[in-house]
C-alpha cells in the first residue's frame, strides 16, 4: 500500500470504564488514570479508543500491499490482555479461515508475509511481499482488550481486473404486457464496475434519457412500446467497457385502429373498410357485420397484407356495389394468445352532421401571458362528421359571432375549431359551435371561456410572511398555512426549503410522521429534532398553485421552528416508559358527500408518539373488499375513491392505535351523489322510408331529470301538432319515418346536479317506387297523344264545318281520351304537388325556438 493511503475509522463500541474494569491496575496511580478517562468521558471529551485500518484495496499482481491496523486513542500499556492478529477469512466456510499473525509474529511457515510494528505503538500492519491471485479476498484485522472484550475490522483484497461477464451473447426476455419485470447486470471486474443501462435507438422507459446508472433496471409496468434491445454497460477505467445486452419482447392483446368510425357511402358505389392490427405475437384478424362473420362473397372482397416490420397488418373489405343491405354496423376482430380486440365502423349514407370533438365546459387561460409575442393562440375545439362535410358558425352568449370581422379569430383548416390571438376580458363569455349540411345541424355543447387570476393570501397586508415558533420535542404539532384565493381554487403544500451552492432546493414534506391536510394546514404526530430549522439549515415553506398551471408555485409563508424541550418535563422521545397515547388531530368530517364518477377522499390525521398506524374499514357492516379503485395514501391516513360508485355510499370508520392506550376511531357518513349519465350513448340510425323510429335517453342519476330533445339545433315541444313524432320523456318516437325527417337529433338529460348531452343522426332511406316510372311514362304518351287530336280536331273543323256526325265523333273520342288521363294523374302525383306538400311539413318544423342544449 502507498504511504498516505485513507483508512477507514471505527468506533470502539465498549465504554472505557467498562473495558477497564477487567484489566488488573496497580497503585493509585491506574486509579487516578481511570478517574480521569470517566471524568473526560462525563465532560463529553472524545476519548474512546477507536480502530484504525485500511479500506478496501485493489491492486497489481506484484505490488507489495500493506493493510494497516492500529488502536488509538487510550494508553494500553497496563492491559496484559492486549494483543492484535491478522487472519485470512474464508467467506464461505469460516472455519476454514487461516490466522497469519498474532500480536508481532507471524504465525504460517511462508515467507509471502511481514508484519510492520513500530516499537511503543499500537499499530499492527500486514505486508503481503508479492501480490498474486491467490492471495485475493477477505482480510481481518482483530483486536482483542482480554475478557472476551474484541473488535474486528475488515479488509477485502484483490487485484484489478477489467470488467467481464461470463456470456457473450444477446439474451431475449419475453414478457407479457402490464407485467413487472427487473434485469439484473452483475458483471466481474476489480474494482467493482459501474454498470450502466442504454434502450438502443430509444429513452430508457419510466428513468428517461439515454443512460441509467444502476446494476439493475427495473420496469414496473411493461408496456409494448418498452420492447427493443437493451445494452448494459460495466466500467471500471480499465479496459474497454464490457457489454451484455438483452432483447426485450412484449407481448400484448391486438391493438386495432380504425382510420374512420364512420364511413359515408351512396348506393351503387364501391366502399373499402379498413382495419389496422398491431400485436406480439401475430394475431387472426377476421370482419363481422352485425355480429355475422363475413366470408367473402361475390360482391364483398377481404385483402389483408403485412405493413412494415412491427407495424401489424392492414385488413380491407371492399363493397363492391354498396346496396341498402351493406349499410350497418361493420367490425373488425382481432385475436392473438394474449387476448382479443375489437374495434367497430359504422358504414352509412349521405348524412347530417354529429359533433365528434369539442373543447371541455370550461377553457381557461392567463391574461398576462396571452399579450406576449410568444403566446400560442387559444383554440375552442369543434369537429363534425357528415356527408356532405360541414360548414361551421359559432355564437357567442347566444349572438351570432361574426369572427371574420375581427382579425384575431379565425377557424382551423377542415374543422370548426375557432382560434383566438391574444385573448383579453372581451373575448370572456359563452361559446357555441354549430355544424351544418343541406341534411341538418349539429349543435356542440356550451363553452365558457375565462381568465385565471393570481393567487392572494390571507396574510397579504401582513408586514412579513415569515414567522418564528417554538414546537415542543415529543408532542404532537399544527403549522397553519394562511387562506389562498384564486380561479380556479389553489391547493396549498409544504416543502423543506434549503439554500445550497447559491440555489434553495425545495423537498415536499410528507412521511410518516407529517403530513398536509386538504386546507393546507401541516400536520405532526410528534415533533423531533429534525423538525428544527436552525440546527438542520432549512426552512418551512407553505405554496399555493392551481390546476391551470401546477408547476406554478406562489409563496404563502415561511416558518422558521425551534424545538425545545417539554415545558411539563417529561421528555417521552427519551424515556422509553414515557408514551404519547394517539389522539384526534383531523378529520374530514361526521357527513361528507361524494359525487359520482370523480376522485373523492376521506382523511383521517391522528397524532401520538409513537406514530399511530391507520387501518380503515366498513362501519355499516358492508364487507370493504380490497381493489385498485379504493386505495389509500399518505400512509393509511387518505381512503382514496379513485372512481366513486353509488355503492360507495354508507359509514367508514378509521382506527388509529400506537401501542398505547386503547386504539381510537372516528366514523364518517358518506353520501353519494350523482350527475345525470347517459346509460348508452344516443346511436345513430338509418331506416327505411316507413320505419318506426325510437331514440332513447335513459340516464342514471340520484335527482330529477328534465329531458329537451332538439332536432337540428331547434328544440321540440310535446305539445307539437305532429301527427307522426311523439316525446315521452326520455323516448323519442316517429311513426312512418321519411325523407323529411332526416337531421340530427339531440337530448339534454338535466337536473340540479349538472346535464347529460347526446346527439345522433336519422338517415332514412327512400322506398322503392313499384311501378312509378312506368305511370309516369304513360303519362307523357297521353300528353302527346292528346295534342295531336286536338290538332285533328281543329283541321277538321275548318275542313269539315259542316259534317256535325263526324265532329261528334271526334268529340266522343276526346272525351274518353281526357277520362283516362285523368285516372292516371290521380294515381300518381305531380311534383308540384310533393313539393308544396314538403314545403308545408318544413315550414311547421321551423316554427319552433332555437335553444341551447345546455
Known amino acids: 500500500m502507498t504511504p498516505g493511503r485513507p483508512l477507514l475509522v471505527a468506533c470502539c463500541l465498549l465504554a472505557v470504564a467498562g473495558?477497564?474494569?477487567?484489566?488488573?491496575?496497580?497503585?493509585?496511580?491506574?486509579?487516578?488514570?481511570?478517574?480521569?478517562?470517566?471524568?473526560?468521558?462525563?465532560?463529553?471529551?472524545?476519548?474512546?479508543?477507536?480502530?484504525?485500518?485500511s479500506k478496501a484495496t485493489v491492486t497489481k499482481e506484484g505490488d507489495r500491499v500493506r493493510l494497516d491496523c492500529?488502536?488509538?486513542?487510550?494508553?494500553?500499556?497496563?492491559?496484559?490482555?492486549?494483543?492484535?492478529?491478522?487472519?485470512?477469512?474464508?467467506?464461505?466456510?469460516?472455519?476454514?479461515s487461516?490466522?497469519?499473525?498474532?500480536?508481532?509474529?507471524?504465525?504460517?511457515?511462508?515467507?509471502?508475509?511481514?508484519?510492520?510494528?513500530?516499537?511503543?505503538s499500537q499499530r499492527y500492519s500486514l505486508i503481503i511481499k508479492s501480490m498474486n491471485a491467490e492471495d485475493e479476498g477477505l482480510y481481518r484485522c482483530t483486536v482483542d482488550f482480554g475478557d472476551s472484550q474484541r473488535i474486528n475490522a475488515d479488509v477485502p483484497v484483490s487485484l484489478r481486473a477489467a470488467p467481464y461477464f461470463t456470456d457473450d451473447f444477446t439474451k431475449t426476455l419475453t414478457v407479457t404486457e402490464g407485467d413487472s419485470i427487473s434485469i439484473d447486470c452483475q458483471p466481474g471486474g476489480s474494482p467493482r464496475p459501474d454498470v450502466y443501462w442504454e434502450k438502443v435507438n430509444d429513452e430508457l422507459p419510466y428513468f428517461g434519457g439515454r443512460f441509467f446508472k444502476s446494476n439493475q433496471l427495473d420496469l414496473p409496468l411493461v408496456q409494448k412500446d418498452h420492447r427493443g434491445h437493451y445494452v448494459c454497460y460495466a466500467d471500471n477505467g480499465i479496459g474497454e467497457p464490457a457489454t451484455s445486452r438483452v432483447q426485450l419482447e412484449v407481448q400484448y392483446a391486438p391493438d386495432v385502429t380504425l382510420p374512420a368510425s364512420r364511413v359515408f357511402t351512396t348506393t351503387n358505389e364501391e366502399v373499402k373498410l379498413e382495419c389496422v392490427v398491431s400485436s406480439f405475437p401475430s394475431a387472426d384478424v377476421a370482419w363481422y357485420k352485425e355480429g355475422d362473420a363475413i366470408l367473402g362473397g361475390a360482391n364483398i372482397r377481404i385483402l389483408t397484407e403485412d405493413l412494415q416490420e412491427g407495424q401489424g397488418v392492414r385488413s380491407t373489405l371492399t363493397v363492391m356495389t354498396v346496396t341498402p343491405d351493406d349499410l350497418g354496423e361493420y367490425s373488425c376482430r382481432a385475436a392473438n394468445t394474449v387476448g382479443k380486440t375489437e374495434k367497430t365502423v359504422q358504414l352509412t349514407t349521405r348524412s347530417p352532421p354529429i359533433i365528434v370533438k369539442q373543447s371541455r365546459s370550461e377553457v381557461l387561460y392567463d391574461l398576462e401571458k396571452s399579450r406576449s409575442r410568444s403566446a400560442l393562440p387559444l383554440i375552442l375545439d369543434c369537429e363534425a362528421e357528415g356527408a356532405p362535410t360541414p360548414n361551421?358558425?359559432?355564437?357567442?352568449?347566444?349572438?351570432?359571432?361574426?369572427?371574420?370581422?375581427?382579425?384575431?379569430?379565425s377557424l382551423e383548416e377542415d374543422t370548426g375549431s375557432l382560434i383566438i390571438s391574444q385573448p383579453g376580458l372581451e373575448d370572456?363569455?359563452?361559446?357555441?359551435?354549430?355544424?351544418?349540411?343541406?341534411?341538418?345541424?349539429?349543435?356542440?355543447?356550451?363553452?365558457?371561456?375565462?381568465?385565471?387570476?393570481?393567487?392572494h393570501f390571507s396574510n397579504d397586508n401582513e408586514p412579513s410572511d415569515t414567522y418564528h415558533l417554538v414546537a415542543e420535542l415529543g408532542r404532537p404539532y399544527k403549522l397553519s398555512c394562511p387562506k389562498a384565493f384564486a380561479y380556479p381554487e389553489p391547493s396549498l403544500t409544504w416543502v423543506r426549503a434549503s439554500e445550497t451552492n447559491e440555489s434553495i432546493a425545495l423537498e415536499f414534506v410528507k412521511d410518516e410522521r407529517v403530513v398536509t391536510d386538504p386546507d393546507g394546514d401541516l400536520w405532526f404526530t410528534h415533533v423531533t429534532e429534525e423538525d428544527d430549522t436552525a440546527k438542520h439549515e432549512f426552512q418551512f415553506m407553505c405554496l399555493a398553485n392551481t390546476p391551470f398551471d401546477p408547476f406554478d408555485y406562489s409563496i404563502a409563508s415561511i416558518v422558521n421552528v425551534a424545538v425545545k424541550n417539554p415545558a411539563d418535563g417529561a421528555d417521552n422521545l427519551k424515556e422509553d416508559m414515557i408514551n404519547v397515547e394517539s389522539f384526534l388531530m383531523y378529520t374530514s368530517g361526521e357527513n361528507v358527500t361524494f359525487m359520482a364518477g370523480e376522485e373523492n377522499t376521506l382523511w383521517c390525521i391522528y397524532g401520538g408518539e409513537p406514530v399511530p398506524s391507520i387501518v380503515w374499514r366498513r362501519a355499516d357492516g358492508e364487507v370493504m373488499e380490497p381493489n385498485t379503485r379504493v386505495t389509500t395514501r399518505n400512509y393509511g391516513r387518505t381512503l382514496v375513491f379513485a372512481d366513486t360508485q353509488l355503492e360507495d355510499a354508507g359509514e367508514y370508520e378509521c382506527v388509529a392505535t400506537n401501542g398505547v392506550g386503547p386504539e381510537k376511531s372516528s366514523v364518517t357518513r358518506v353520501e353519494v351523489e350523482q350527475r345525470p349519465v347517459l346509460q348508452e350513448p344516443l346511436a345513430s340510425q338509418t331506416v327505411r322510408e316507413g320505419d318506426t323510429v325510437t331514440f332513447t335517453c335513459e340516464t342514471n342519476s340520484t335527482g330529477d331529470v328534465t329531458y329537451t330533445?332538439?332536432?337540428?339545433?331547434?328544440?321540440?315541444?310535446?305539445?307539437?301538432?305532429?301527427?307522426?313524432?311523439t316525446i315521452e320523456g326520455p323516448r323519442l318516437v316517429i311513426a312512418g319515418a321519411s325523407t323529411t325527417d332526416v337531421g340530427n337529433y339531440a337530448c339534454n338529460a338535466s337536473s340540479p346536479l349538472g346535464y347529460a348531452y347526446g346527439q345522433a343522426i336519422l338517415n332514412v332511406l327512400p322506398a322503392e317506387k313499384v311501378g312509378g316510372g312506368a305511370s309516369c311514362a304513360g303519362v307523357q304518351g297521353l300528353l302527346a297523344e292528346l295534342a295531336t287530336l286536338r290538332e285533328t280536331v281543329s283541321e277538321l273543323r275548318v275542313m269539315l264545318a259542316g259534317q256535325e256526325d263526324l265532329a261528334l265523333q271526334t268529340h266522343a273520342a276526346l272525351a274518353a281520351l281526357t277520362e283516362q288521363l285523368?285516372?292516371?294523374?290521380?294515381?300518381?302525383?305531380?311534383?308540384?304537388?310533393?313539393?308544396?306538400?314538403?314545403?308545408?311539413?318544413?315550414?311547421?318544423?321551423?316554427?319552433n325556438t332555437t335553444t341551447s342544449p345546455a
Open 709 to 725: 330533445w332538439m332536432l337540428n339545433g331547434r328544440r321540440l315541444s310535446p305539445r307539437d301538432r305532429h301527427l307522426r313524432r
Open 822 to 847: 285523368a285516372a292516371t294523374r290521380t294515381s300518381t302525383p305531380w311534383q308540384g304537388e310533393e313539393k308544396e306538400q314538403e314545403e308545408e311539413e318544413e315550414e311547421e318544423e321551423t316554427a
Open 70 to 96: 492500529a488502536v488509538e486513542g487510550v494508553d494500553l500499556s497496563g492491559v496484559n490482555d492486549f494483543t492484535v492478529s491478522w487472519s485470512k477469512i474464508d467467506t464461505e466456510n469460516p472455519v476454514n
Open 19 to 53: 473495558w477497564c474494569a477487567g484489566v488488573p491496575m496497580q497503585g493509585r496511580q491506574q486509579e487516578e488514570k481511570q478517574e480521569a478517562q470517566e471524568e473526560k468521558q462525563a465532560e463529553g471529551v472524545k476519548g474512546q479508543p477507536k480502530i484504525t485500518y
Open 428 to 455: 370572456n363569455g359563452m361559446y357555441q359551435c354549430f355544424a351544418y349540411n343541406d341534411l341538418g345541424t349539429a349543435a356542440a355543447d356550451p363553452v365558457y371561456l375565462l381568465n385565471v387570476s393570481s393567487i
Open 392 to 409: 361551421y358558425r359559432w355564437t357567442k352568449d347566444g349572438e351570432v359571432l361574426v369572427w371574420q370581422a375581427d382579425p384575431r379569430l
Open 98 to 120: 487461516m490466522p497469519i499473525s498474532s500480536a508481532a509474529r507471524i504465525l504460517l511457515f511462508s515467507n509471502k508475509y511481514e508484519l510492520d510494528h513500530p516499537a511503543a
